[in-house]
Nanobody
């Protein structure tokens, strides 16, 4: 089963940048979307940015123009460059892959992003 390990989170001031990394291991998988999700207490996990099976990128409206998703297939690693961070971006960020409505990996520890105002 595929596994993901997220890293790169931290405390940053509003307006600052941060780059997250997601390392994949454990084998191949089928996908409709692979991407970054985030969750805050009391809220459902939401898709922030992702790649579709066709290679297109998708972004939540709240991060368009500020976040950029990328990947290095040779390193089995996906990245999320976050610029112009806002306090409302504060969350635990995870990566996962979704196929036919089901997530293909167990949720990892995620990486905490805290944006101070």
């Amino acid at each position: 089963q595929v596994q993901f390990v997220e890293s790169g989170g931290g405390l940053v001031q509003a307006g600052g940048p941060l780059r997250l990394s997601c390392a994949a291991s454990g084998g191949t998988f089928s996908m409709n979307v692979i991407g970054w999700y985030r969750q805050t207490p009391g809220k459902q996990r939401e898709l922030v940015a992702g790649f579709t099976a066709g290679g297109s990128t998708i972004y939540a409206d709240s991060v368009k123009g500020r976040f950029t998703i990328s990947r290095d297939s040779a390193k089995n690693t996906m990245y999320l460059q976050m610029n112009s961070l806002k306090p409302e971006d504060t969350a635990v960020y995870y990566c996962n892959v979704r196929f036919r409505g089901a997530f293909q990996a167990d949720w990892g520890q995620g990486t905490q992003v805290t944006v101070s105002s």
